[in-house]
Nanobody, 122 residues
Framework: QVQLVESGGGLVQAGGSLRLSCAAS????????MGWFRQAPGKDREFVVG????????DYSDSVKGRFTISRDNAKRTVWLQMNSLKPEDTAVYYC???????????????WGQGTQVTVSS
């Protein structure tokens, strides 16, 4: 079983930056693909970015490409999401997720965190 704990959310002005962290328990973290998703009020959860087990492959949604960066440190069992040039439309609860097969996907994941709120004011 894997537990994922997100942190780093908060309130920021438009144009500002935040860095989200996702800390994982369990000794197999280094083999998991990881993803970040977000869900705004009244909207479906959407894929933001994914990263493969070794960091060699990433994919970003068009809405965040060029502004967000995902990274991971398997020794620290942590994935980060650096968010720059934030916009009010980035406001959402952000979730990290893990897949046992080592790859990212815009769809199904095996484990989910509880989420962290990001609010961007205009």
């Amino acid at each position: 079983q894997v537990q994922l704990v997100e942190s780093g959310g908060g309130l920021v002005q438009a144009g500002g930056s935040l860095r989200l962290s996702c800390a994982a328990s369990g000794r197999f973290f280094s083999s998991y693909g990881m993803g970040w998703f977000r869900q705004a009020p009244g909207k479906d959860r959407e894929f933001v970015v994914g990263i493969s087990w070794n960091g060699a492959s990433t994919d970003y949604s068009d809405s965040v490409k060029g502004r967000f960066t995902i990274s991971r440190d398997n020794a620290k069992r942590t994935v980060w999401l650096q968010m720059n040039s934030l916009k009010p439309e980035d406001t959402a609860v952000y979730y990290c997720a893990a897949r046992r097969d080592g790859f990212w996907t815009q769809g199904s994941y095996d484990y989910w965190g509880q989420g962290t709120q990001v609010t961007v004011s205009s």
